[in-house]
């Protein structure tokens, strides 16, 4: 039986995740091959995998990695456009994307309110820079979104 211990996905050990994914790695091949073998598509048919606590542990697998990584690509996203702006102070794209990806590290992460707070500074620059650009109206949207959670 397989037992997950509530928490942080980050605090997972490597050595878990390096199992998990050499587990989804070993169930996607024993399932493609047995389609090669059959001489048909993984569409054509769909069977029940023969082992449904694996095959379940490979997707939790997949969904802590695929988590992890919107993180930590978040936190380089928001580094980079930090960066464009510090270059260039009215690149209004940067500004929109900059405070997007506030608001999105807010709303999945730790309701935090600075966060939200930047956010909305962001949005408030990128229409600053560009009122009517192709963004204006997403950023008048998350805009109102923001200003609710921040009541």
């Known amino acids: 039986m397989i037992s997950v211990i509530p928490g942080n996905p980050k605090h997972c050990g490597k050595k878990r995740r390096l199992h998990g994914l ?5 169930v996607l091949a024993l399932q493609g091959s ?3 073998r059959e001489g048909r598509s993984p569409d054509a048919e769909r069977k029940p995998a ?3 606590a ?7 697998e ?10 930590a690509d978040l936190d380089q996203a928001i580094a980079e456009y930090e960066q464009a702006i510090k270059l260039r102070g009215d690149f209004a794209e940067a500004h929109y994307y900059l405070g997007l990806s506030y608001h ?7 309701d935090d309110k600075l966060l939200y707070r930047k ?8 229409l600053n820079y560009l009122p009517k650009g192709p963004l204006a109206e997403k950023a008048r949207q998350n805009m109102k979104a923001v200003e609710l959670k921040l009541r």
């Open 34 to 36: 047995s389609f090669a």
């Open 54 to 60: 694996t095959t379940a542990e490979a997707h939790y």
């Open 50 to 52: 023969a082992n449904l």
């Open 22 to 26: 050499a587990t989804v790695l070993i």
């Open 62 to 71: 997949l969904g802590v990695s695929y988590h992890e990584r919107m993180f």
């Open 119 to 126: 956010a909305l500074k962001e949005y408030k620059l990128y």
């Open 104 to 110: 999105t590290k807010a709303k999945f992460g730790v």
